[in-house]
């Protein structure tokens, strides 16, 4: 997922209380070569399958999409390999109706539902016959589908069909699936997927690349993944070439605007393949999804979805494009194999990324960024429990979307970054590239990394690896001291001007035609306090700040407008509010406004015009806030 602060996915579950603790003491036991090929023992963290028993290693879906009843229905045929002695099949499911199940032959097997459990799911077992290989779940997804979207014509850029897209991401695939959800098992899928015949559906695997009459679409995935990125997008999508093996799917409103933005995306495969290795999963594809995608984006393999609020007119949010096809090594290839190791994916993640950004767009442009997102980590950190700000995460008994924090992201591409500071680039790039090599198409835990880092890096040399101060990233609170220190001489001068404008200085010294996002942001986040209205209007008028056509600029500059309560700008920010609905942009505007009895009243306003448009996840955000209620 993209590495922005407020994009994780988090679910809140009210007043939710633990039946079965059993459950949650799971403990993954991994071979003492981690990860090679060995699968984990016991019950398993924020699962209910058993893979040491029976292992699911091929989905077949075939599906109906029906968007008059939002359901799903349809079945999932399981391959799988099995112990001699078991006698069961675990699979993790939530919320689905279960109305059959048959083995290979067609012949009906007994299956029992668990028992509701909020979190994860009620779980469903299968009896198996002595020579069952394969079992065939005929199903349909109810309300209950947090995975599954379905929004309406007003929902979309193109306002006249309806549209679905999933988020499996972090255990939400058992809510549209019958499958085993956790991210230690991998497998190989296809599926057939239904619409109706004026919509085309995509999946994270091989895709049509137009619409056809039947509105039946066939889909493979040859290389293992894990559930949680098991995903469908359904819409009125077209689709347009980028290169040899990278392209775009949109709206037809928002695809010649994406075609542009994504220029660089086959320059961004070539630069990730030089640094660690081939890129494995032959397409690499982008859709982009209406704007009430509440997020920024989701590395589904093959297909990574991203929000439109990224189409910036001058391809300055490409980043986020570095960070989903990079998941394509971290996280698609070597996998966390629990939410507590969520580093792994993210961190890596983060790391690869800013390495692509060096590699296009030069070391002083991924040094800035580098700078915000450690002034974001800090900020962030202040409002943590010590303990949720170790790498290695805790999540027993909890979502595991309460891991989906900057600490997997930023501290974990800090400790990454210290290690090359420590081992120098080239000892470091070579111990990755041959780190990815290895466990590629395997699940890894943090320990299991420890171990490997040890044995091919830190015990060559006992000198460096005592200052790495390993123990204090991966076993310890806060950013520790040996965080390596990020100088940006841009950024430097961008606080001066910020500082000679706030002591009077006229703007007319500023030179900001060639300013990055990332200088703005810096900019705009150097005023710490309200500014006068009259500082408001200047900053508005030399720079046209309530005009920004990017995203990242404009929030920044709206939540100032706020803080400052600076009118002239409040029919942009309600424009904005009304126009997308990407939940780490909502939030802190609406919380900002929320601080002042005239604020509130405007937030209610915008709101209750925005709020149709706003997907469920960022409805309950926002109702939480404003204390909205369904009858308003
Ligand atoms: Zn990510």
């Given at each position: 997922m993209s590495s922005l602060k407020f994009d994780g996915l988090h679910v809140d579950v009210p007043g939710f209380a633990f039946p079965f603790l059993f459950f949650l003491f799971a403990l993954p036991l991994f071979g003492a070569e981690p990860n090679s090929g060995g699968l984990?023992?016991?019950?398993?963290?924020?699962?209910?399958?058993?893979?040491?028993?029976?292992?699911?290693?091929?989905?077949s879906l075939d599906l109906v999409v029906d968007f008059e009843s939002k359901k799903l229905t349809g079945s999932a045929t399981l391959k799988f390999e099995r112990k001699d002695d078991?006698?069961?099949?675990?699979?993790?499911?939530?919320?689905?109706?279960?109305?059959?199940?048959?083995?290979q032959s067609g012949a009906e097997l007994a299956f029992k539902v668990g028992e509701k459990n909020q979190l994860l799911g009620e779980g469903l077992t299968v009896t198996l016959g002595e020579a069952t290989t394969a079992v065939r779940v005929e199903y349909a997804t109810t309300d209950a589908?947090?995975?599954?979207?379905?929004?309406?014509?007003?929902?979309?850029?193109?306002?006249?069909?309806?549209?679905?897209?999933?988020?499996?991401?972090?255990?939400?695939?058992?809510?549209?699936?019958?499958?085993?959800?956790?991210?230690?098992?991998?497998?190989?899928?296809?599926?057939?997927?239904?619409?109706?015949?004026?919509?085309?559906?995509?999946?994270?695997?091989?895709?049509?690349?137009?619409?056809?009459?039947?509105?039946?679409?066939?889909?493979?995935?040859?290389?293992?993944?894990?559930a949680y990125l098991l995903a469908l997008a359904v819409g009125d999508l077209k689709f347009k070439s980028l290169g040899d093996r990278s392209g775009?799917?949109?709206?037809?409103?928002?695809?010649?605007?994406?075609?542009?933005?994504?220029?660089?995306?086959?320059?961004?495969?070539?630069?990730?393949?030089?640094?660690?290795?081939?890129?494995?999963?032959?397409?690499?594809?982008?859709?982009?999804?209406?704007?009430?995608?509440?997020?920024?984006?989701?590395?589904?393999?093959?297909?990574?979805?991203?929000?439109?609020?990224?189409?910036?007119?001058?391809?300055?949010?490409?980043?986020?494009?570095?960070?989903?096809?990079?998941?394509?090594?971290?996280?698609?290839?070597?996998?966390?194999a629990t939410w507590n190791d969520f580093w792994l994916n993210e961190g890596f993640t983060v790391y690869f990324e800013q390495r692509i950004m060096e590699a296009i767009y030069g070391r002083n442009y991924s040094e800035m960024l580098a700078k915000l997102n450690l002034a974001s980590l800090r900020e962030e950190m202040e409002d943590l429990s010590p303990r949720d700000t170790w790498l290695k995460l805790d999540l027993r008994d909890r979502n595991p979307d309460d891991g989906m924090t900057g600490v997997?992201?930023?501290?974990?591409?800090?400790?990454?970054?210290?290690?090359?500071?420590?081992?120098?680039?080239?000892?470091?790039?070579?111990?990755?590239?041959?780190?990815?090599?290895?466990?590629?198409?395997?699940?890894?835990?943090?320990e299991g990394f420890i171990a490997h880092l040890k044995k091919e890096l830190l015990d060559k040399d006992s000198e460096?690896?005592?200052?790495?101060?390993?123990?204090?990233?991966?076993?310890?609170?806060?950013?520790?001291?040996?965080?390596?220190?990020?100088?940006?001489?841009?950024?430097?001068?961008?606080?001066?001007?910020?500082?000679?404008?706030?002591?009077?200085?006229?703007?007319?010294?500023?030179?900001?035609?060639?300013?990055?996002?990332?200088?703005?942001l810096?900019?705009?986040?150097?005023?710490?306090?309200?500014?006068?209205?009259?500082?408001?209007?200047?900053?508005?008028?030399?720079?046209?700040?309530?005009?920004?056509g990017n995203s990242e600029i404009l929030h920044d500059w709206l939540l100032l407008s706020v803080r400052s309560q600076y009118e002239p700008a409040y029919p942009a920010l309600e424009r904005f509010l009304t126009e997308q609905g990407r939940r780490k942009f909502l939030e802190p505007l609406y919380r900002a406004l929320i601080k002042t009895e005239s604020g509130r009243e405007l937030a209610r306003k915008i709101y209750r015009k925005a709020r149709p448009t706003y997907h469920p996840i960022s409805q309950a955000t926002v109702d939480g806030l404003l204390e909205w209620k369904a009858s308003e």
């Open positions: 984990p023992q016991g019950r398993l963290l924020h699962s209910h399958a058993r893979p040491d028993q029976a292992v699911v290693k091929h989905l078991a006698k069961e099949l675990r699979l993790d499911s939530h919320g689905l109706e279960i109305r059959k199940v048959s083995d589908a947090e995975a599954v979207q379905w929004l309406t014509p007003k929902q979309t850029s193109g306002g006249k069909q309806p549209f679905l897209f999933t988020q499996s991401q972090a255990i939400l695939a058992r809510t549209w699936v019958p499958c085993q959800d956790t991210p230690a098992v991998r497998i190989t899928y296809d599926a057939k997927i239904k619409v109706p015949s004026r919509l085309l559906a995509v999946m994270s695997a091989t895709n049509p690349q137009s619409r056809n009459e039947s509105g039946v679409y066939e889909f493979e995935m040859k290389q293992p993944i894990p775009v799917y949109a709206e037809p409103d928002v695809l010649p605007k994406a075609t542009w933005e994504f220029a660089d995306t086959e320059r961004m495969i070539e630069a990730a393949e030089k640094l660690y290795g081939p890129y494995r999963w032959e397409r690499y594809d982008l859709v982009v999804l209406p704007p009430s995608f509440p997020f920024g984006g989701m590395e589904n393999p093959r297909l990574t979805f991203a929000t439109p609020t990224i189409l910036a007119g001058d391809r300055s949010l490409v980043a986020l494009v570095a960070h989903e096809l990079a998941h394509s090594w971290s996280g698609n290839l070597v996998t966390n997997a992201y930023d501290k974990g591409y800090f400790f990454l970054r210290r290690l090359e500071e420590v081992f120098g680039r080239e000892a470091w790039d070579a111990f990755l590239k041959s780190y990815f090599d290895r466990f590629s198409f395997k699940s890894m835990t943090t460096k690896s005592a200052s790495v101060n390993l123990d204090a990233w991966v076993f310890g609170p806060g950013v520790p001291e040996s965080c390596p220190t990020v100088d940006s001489d841009e950024l430097l001068k961008v606080t001066g001007h910020a500082k000679a404008f706030l002591e009077g200085t006229s703007l007319s010294v500023v030179d900001a035609k060639d300013w990055s996002t990332h200088h703005w810096h900019f705009l986040r150097s005023f710490e306090k309200p500014l006068p209205v009259t500082r408001m209007k200047q900053l508005d008028g030399q720079f046209g700040l309530s005009k920004q």
